[in-house]
């Protein structure tokens, strides 16, 4: 039982332009969210996390909103950079600090 | 201040072996937690230390197994290898009462 999906497995987007990934997740207990960007041959690394209590939240080019109703959680990169090429993970989790994580959206800036 | 650190990096082990992969977390984290990375599975959680004792666990064979010391670093092992236990494994710490996990680079164990 996947928990936490993320249904689009690649997106190309030309630079500069805004990049969505979506994540959508089904256990109504999950109150903590959180973006992970991952190179190659690298571990994730921590970009940008959401409480449940708020449906949105930005820092610099990220932003992620969290639709709760819908289980729904996106995160906007604006503009995007092809730098920002990588496999995007969404995770999620219930107050236990066990994260379920999706299986990625692979994102490709085209320069 | 250094990163987490695992390793080795790279393990080639045959069926039916042990392994055990090492993982140094950030200065001041006492919560060490281990994934399983498979291609088209995402990252899968093992289990979570916290100051020396197991807070919680994913749905993993009791093949699969773990400790933290009092200095915060973490083991891993895994008994009787198989080869669907080939994948990066990768540990990530995290401060007290944060929410944000810090990854390590993983170790990429293969199965023969």
């Known amino acids: 039982d996947q928990q936490v999906k993320q249904n689009s497995p690649s997106l190309s987007v030309q630079e500069g332009r805004i990049s969505i990934l979506n994540c959508d997740y089904t256990?109504?207990?999950?109150?903590?969210f959180l973006w992970y960007k991952k190179y190659p041959a690298e571990g994730p690394t921590f970009l940008i996390s959401?409480?449940?209590?708020?449906d949105k939240n930005e820092d610099g080019r990220f932003t992620v909103f969290l639709n709760k109703s819908a289980k729904h959680l996106s995160l906007h990169i604006v503009p995007s950079q092809p730098g920002d090429s990588a496999v995007y993970f969404c995770?999620?989790?219930?107050?236990?600090?066990?994260?379920?994580f999706g299986t990625g959206t692979r994102l490709k800036v085209l320069a | 201040k250094a990163g987490v650190t695992q390793t080795p990096r790279y393990l080639i082990k045959t069926r039916g072996q042990q392994v055990t992969l090492s993982c140094s977390p950030i200065?001041?984290?006492?919560?060490v937690s281990w994934y399983q990375q498979t291609p088209g599975q995402g990252l899968q959680f093992l289990f979570e230390?916290?100051?020396?004792?197991?807070?919680n666990k994913g749905n993993f064979p009791g093949r699969f197994s773990g400790r933290q010391f009092s200095n915060s670093r973490s083991e891993m092992n895994v008994s009787t290898l198989e080869l669907g236990d080939s994948a990066l494994y990768l540990c990530?710490?995290?401060?007290?009462?944060?929410?944000?996990?810090?990854f390590g680079p993983g170790t990429r164990l293969t199965v023969t």
């Open positions: 256990n109504s207990m999950f109150d903590y």
């Open positions: 990530a710490s995290r401060g007290t009462d944060n929410y944000e996990q810090y």
């Open positions: 200065s001041g984290h006492r919560s």
């Open positions: 230390y916290f100051s020396e004792t197991q807070r």
């Open positions: 995770a999620a989790s219930a107050g236990t600090y066990k994260y379920i």
């Open positions: 959401i409480s449940s209590i708020k």
